[in-house]
């Protein structure tokens, strides 16, 4: 079964210095991989993913993740962190395969974000 | 650009009351998903639609139903509400057709709590 790990609850950080936000997945197959981010009681947006190509993927507002097939990780990084940046950032998994009928997404436990001024 | 429709946004409940909560996906997206968030919990995957169509199930409580309509709007469908039925449910939407794995947007949710 498809499935991501967040392995920290929280990562503090201060602003302006980089930070990264772990994530680990268990997939069979190629995996289909994305990061959202969640502000106190609004929706889900999306940041970015990766579905193939490159390993290093570039997304909103300055993140970028790097997929590394052989620690099979998918860490979401930024150089200058913003106390804006502040929130609940998701790990998520296509659960289905390519193509497939299925094309739920499987949630990591999340991971606050907090950037100290 | 449009986003995703969600109402109500927030809806009070009593115990074993029933409840419907409706989703309008971004225009010319084909698939629908809902998810229950429980306080401090991951999102949890319930029901999807493609092409007005069941296209998979998840911890859907029996309880729950949901369709969509010939416009693409989606509605969940609570009955018999529990308290442990107060969560935050999303909907989102998607594109989804042969070849392509694009990402699904959310709305900002529907915040139920039951009494």
């Known amino acids: 079964a498809q499935s991501v790990a967040q392995p920290e609850d929280q990562v503090n950080v201060a602003e302006g210095n980089p930070l990264t936000v772990k994530c680990t997945y268990s997939?069979?197959?190629?995996?289909?991989l994305f990061w959202y981010v969640q502000y106190p009681n609004r929706g889900l947006q999306f940041l970015l993913k990766?579905?193939?190509?490159?390993?290093l993927v570039k997304g909103s507002y300055g993140f970028e993740a790097e997929f590394n097939k052989s620690q099979t990780s998918f860490h979401l990084k930024k150089p200058s962190a913003l106390v804006s940046d502040s929130a609940l950032y998701f790990c998520?998994?296509?659960?289905?395969?390519?193509?497939?009928?299925?094309?739920?997404?499987?949630f990591g436990t999340g991971t606050l974000l907090a950037v100290q001024p | 650009a449009a986003g995703v429709i969600q109402s109500p946004r927030h809806l009070i409940k009593e115990k074993r009351e029933t409840a419907t909560l409706k989703c309008y996906p971004i225009p010319r997206h084909d698939t629908v998903y809902w998810y229950q968030q429980g306080p401090g919990q991951d999102p949890q995957f319930l029901i999807s639609?493609?092409?007005?169509?069941?296209?998979d199930k998840g911890s859907i409580p029996d309880r729950f139903s949901a369709q969509q309509f010939s416009d693409y709007h989606s509605e969940l469908n609570m009955s018999s509400l529990e308290l442990g039925d107060s969560a935050l449910y999303f909907c989102?939407?998607?594109?989804?057709?042969?070849?392509?794995?694009?990402?699904?947007?959310f709305g900002p949710g529907t915040r139920l709590t039951v009494l």
């Open positions: 998520a998994v296509r659960a289905g395969i390519y193509g497939g009928a299925t094309n739920k997404l499987i």
């Open positions: 989102a939407s998607s594109l989804v057709r042969s070849g392509q794995n694009n990402e699904q947007f």
């Open positions: 997939v069979s197959g190629n995996p289909y």
């Open positions: 990766y579905i193939t190509g490159d390993n």
């Open positions: 639609f493609y092409e007005k169509m069941q296209s």
